[in-house]
């Protein structure tokens, strides 16, 4: 079992900076691939970032503007987000799975979200 808690979501305008960050307890962490998705209202939830091993994958929308780490000693995954887009705002949801990637199917374990709303 792993259990996860995103924080740092919050309201920015277009052109600003945000850092989401989800800490994970329960279980061995560096055993699981990490993702963060995100879902706008009325939308499916899409993939935005994973981190599975030494590689990283990003949705083509965020490459280049939002970076993805985490620390295995403090059980972290952090999303810096840079360069936010009106189009960014959504639920951001972390997630944990073995061997996951870009597919929420591969995911077992979900955060319940933080709010990510980005002004025009």
């Known amino acids: 079992q792993v259990q996860l808690v995103e924080s740092g979501g919050g309201l920015v305008q277009a052109g600003g900076s945000l850092r989401l960050s989800c800490a994970a307890s329960?279980?061995?962490?560096?055993?699981?691939?990490m993702g963060w998705f995100r879902q706008a209202p009325g939308k499916e939830r899409e993939f935005v970032a994973a981190r599975n091993g030494g590689s990283t994958y990003y949705t083509s929308s965020v490459r280049g503007r939002f970076t993805m780490s985490r620390d295995n000693a403090k059980n972290t995954v952090d999303l810096q987000m840079n360069s936010l887009k009106p189009e960014d705002t959504a639920l951001y949801y972390c997630?944990?799975?073995?061997?996951?990637?870009?597919?929420?199917?591969?995911?077992?374990?979900w955060g319940q979200g933080t709010q990510v709303t980005v002004s025009s």
């Open positions: 997630a944990a799975g073995i061997g996951a990637t870009m597919f929420k199917d591969g995911y077992n374990y």
């Open positions: 329960g279980s061995t962490f560096s055993r699981y691939a």
